[in-house]
């Protein structure tokens, strides 16, 4: 696996770790610190309920690895590729897979059709230590888990409780706009400190009869709504 791809994945499972930590600290389970404090904020956790545990297939991999030093996944189809790789202990460089100095694996499952990512965390042994799911590059969607080192469900987080109005019914949005956010634009979403609420932030670029702008919308996290729209200056990339 190249860098760039390893430094891609260890910083993903160095997110669920972060989230991991602030489960544990003072605020309520599940709620970053700088949430806790939101008039009307829900709690961001759903009931523990009980969950096949994967396991990560460290032979097979090792097989993978040891035929090809370069080996970073694998494509089950044209829509589909699973990236796998080993996390060493920071004290270590990497020259290569030894399993003594291994600290983990991650597996990421990619939908590329959907622009959906889950990834699995687990530890050296190959039991499973976390999973989280993202849109596109970074957004943070669906259930998120952890388990203790007894292979405990310790916590399940709702990214997506604050937002009744879904991941689809933006893409479907956008989608009659004329774009296709799970291959083009951005899509992000936050609490506006303003308009004290959830929103959603869309843009994309527009080609239209030789003009290129970008198109942007601010969508109410709850019921859709529009709530401010803009065109302007497509990125220097696009002109």
Request: net charge neutral.
């Amino acid at each position: 696996m190249g860098p760039a791809q390893k430094n891609a994945l260890n910083a993903i499972a160095a997110i669920g770790l972060c989230c991991w930590l602030l489960a544990c600290s003072g605020n309520p389970a599940g709620v970053p610190a700088s949430d806790a404090n939101r008039p009307g904020k829900p709690q961001d956790t759903v009931p523990i309920q009980p969950i096949s545990m994967k396991h990560f297939d460290i032979a097979r991999y090792e097989q993978q690895i040891k035929a090809d030093p370069h080996y970073e996944g694998f494509a089950p189809d044209k829509d589909h590729y699973v990236w796998e790789h080993y996390r060493l202990d920071p004290d270590y460089l990497d020259e290569g897979y030894d399993k003594a100095l291994v600290a983990g694996y991650v597996q990421a499952n990619e939908d590329r059709k959907e622009a959906i990512k889950e990834v699995f965390q687990f530890d050296r042994e190959g039991r499973l230590q976390s999973t989280a799911t993202y849109f596109s590059t970074s957004l943070e969607i669906g259930i998120w888990r952890r388990w203790n080192e007894r292979g405990q469900l310790v916590t399940e987080t709702d990214k997506d409780k604050s937002y009744p109005f879904a991941l689809p019914q933006v893409l479907d949005f956008a989608r009659q706009k004329g774009a296709d956010l799970r291959t083009t634009g951005t899509v992000k979403r936050r609490y506006d400190s303003a308009l004290k609420q959830y929103v959603w932030l869309l843009s994309w670029v527009v080609d239209y009869k030789k003009e290129t702008y970008q198109q942007s919308y601010l969508l109410d996290g709850i019921s859709g709504k529009v709530l401010q729209q803009e065109r302007g200056p497509a990125p220097v990339l696009y002109q």
